[in-house]
């Protein structure tokens, strides 16, 4: 077996050669709370780690123009830490805040948790709810794409050899907009999500939704953007007869798996009452703008 | 066969080593620089055993590679205690008898420290969810919650 070579590159042309000149299979190094334990178990077997956090601004968070510019290997508790953001995005960072312990949140990324692609991935639902992009750099170029079309299946991305996520950028917020991220865990605390639901809504003066994004996790083999969710919110207030069809679209749109965590019916159910829940929050935030 | 070679602080000293790349740094610490009070407990970051400090934020070494130690400051339970003399975390945990086996209470200790440096006055439920990633499968952790807040309390006491 080869051995393993590391390499900790300190320009981002530099870490494309290295990625895109590797023989074999070479990783992006972020915080390591996935792929570590992917080495050890040897479900993986590089033969080069690249480890980006050298790179210039894959560390860090910067207000831009009203939205945030979040660097890709930023760790989940340096994203809980930064106050403009959490106001801004309470979903997004209470998403973000729920992989792991705080260990693990000393070290975790939205790059991480987003390329190991996980249905139940809990920073992700929140990221796609909130538009977010993902700045991609590789051997092609520089290329921006929506969070949502990164993932493609369990354990697959979109990314091309030699292309590795630099930042991700979130929009300047709406006036009276806000989100929410909820998760299903027969537990407190350290769990995976059964179920994950994100939502981001903006409300007119009246506390009529005008916008809304409505993301579901862990109940296909992705993310997936519940469209008629969204429509069930927009033009209307959180009334009983909207909560019902919100209930509705999200449980309709589920194509779950049964395992260990929940069946299928299970999913689908809580699916239904997460969408609700999470609805709810938001559009409590939201008017609260 | 070149190992890499790490330039690092442990606990406020200076400190090289050789290690493959694909060593993780609690290995590097336990099996080369031989400070064998952090545990390898799952190896997979559930359990805490092993949770040291890196640049001042609490992480499981078992999942940092030695090599990304280069250049960056870590702190381990060796590191806690001044001399002969107990941090106030570790005194409590021996008044409040808040360990049976132990393997558990370096990495609960760090972790404690950890907490009480970035908050000094946790609620019961913020340190509770703090430690949630240090596992102690003798004491139900209801002895550790106690002796964790009355650290806090003493802590807050000294300081004022």
């Given amino acids: ?289 | 066969m070149s190992k890499i070679h790490v330039t690092t602080t442990v606990n406020g000293e200076p400190t090289e080593y050789l290690c493959e790349a694909q060593d993780s740094l609690l290995d590097v610490l336990r099996d080369t620089l031989k400070l064998t009070g952090s545990k390898e407990g799952c190896g997979s970051g559930d359990c805490g055993a092993c949770s040291i400090t890196l640049d001042g934020r609490l992480v499981c070494s078992c999942l940092v590679l030695g090599v990304e130690a280069e250049g960056k400051s870590i702190g381990t339970i060796e590191g806690v205690a001044k001399g002969d003399t107990l941090h106030p975390i570790q005194q409590k945990f021996l008044e409040h008898a808040a360990l049976q086996c132990g393997f558990c209470t370096p990495g609960l200790i760090v972790a404690a420290k950890a907490l009480l440096d970035s908050n000094p006055n946790p609620t019961e439920t913020e340190a509770r969810f703090w430690l949630a990633g240090n596992l102690c499968r003798c004491t139900g952790y209801d002895k550790i919650i106690r002796a964790v807040m009355d650290a806090a309390a003493e802590m807050r006491g000294a300081a004022a």
């Avoid at chain 1, 992917?38 to 939205?67: A, F, W, Y």
């Avoid at chain 1, 994203?79 to 312990?101: D, R, W």
């Fill in chain 1, 1 to 289: 077996m080869p051995r393993l070579s590391y390499a900790a590159p300190a320009t981002i042309p530099d870490a494309i050669k290295l990625l895109s000149g590797a023989s074999g299979l070479a990783k992006v190094l972020s915080g390591g709370t996935d792929l570590l334990v992917q080495l050890r178990s040897g479900r993986v077997k590089p033969e080069l780690i690249v480890d980006t956090k050298k790179l210039p601004g894959i560390m860090g968070i910067r207000e831009v123009n009203g939205g945030f510019v979040i660097g890709a290997a930023t760790s989940g508790a340096a994203i809980g830490e930064h106050a403009g953001l959490c106001a801004a995005y309470p979903g997004v960072v209470e998403g973000t805040n729920l992989i792991g312990s705080t260990q693990v949140q000393g070290r975790a990324s939205l790059a991480g948790n987003l390329c190991n692609a996980s249905p139940a991935a809990d920073s992700v639902p929140a990221m796609i709810a909130a538009r977010a992009t993902a700045v991609i750099v590789g051997p092609s170029g520089q290329r921006e794409v929506p969070v949502e079309s990164i993932v493609v299946g369990p354990g697959r991305t979109s990314l091309a050899k030699g292309e590795f996520i630099l930042e991700f950028h979130l929009p300047k917020p709406a006036a009276h907009s806000s989100d929410a991220y909820l998760r299903f865990i027969p537990r407190t605390e350290m769990d995976i999500a059964v179920v994950g639901c994100g939502v981001n809504v903006t409300l007119d003066g009246n506390g009529v939704c005008t916008a809304a994004r409505v993301v579901l996790g862990a109940v296909a083999p992705t993310q997936v953007v519940v469209d008629a969710a969204a429509k069930a919110l927009i033009g209307n207030k959180l009334d009983e007869k909207t909560l019902a069809a919100l209930d509705a679209a999200a449980r309709a749109a589920c194509n779950p798996i049964s395992d260990k965590r929940g069946t299928v019916d299970f999913r689908i159910k809580i699916a239904g009452v997460l969408a609700r829940r999470t609805a709810a929050i938001a559009f409590e935030r939201a008017g609260a703008r």
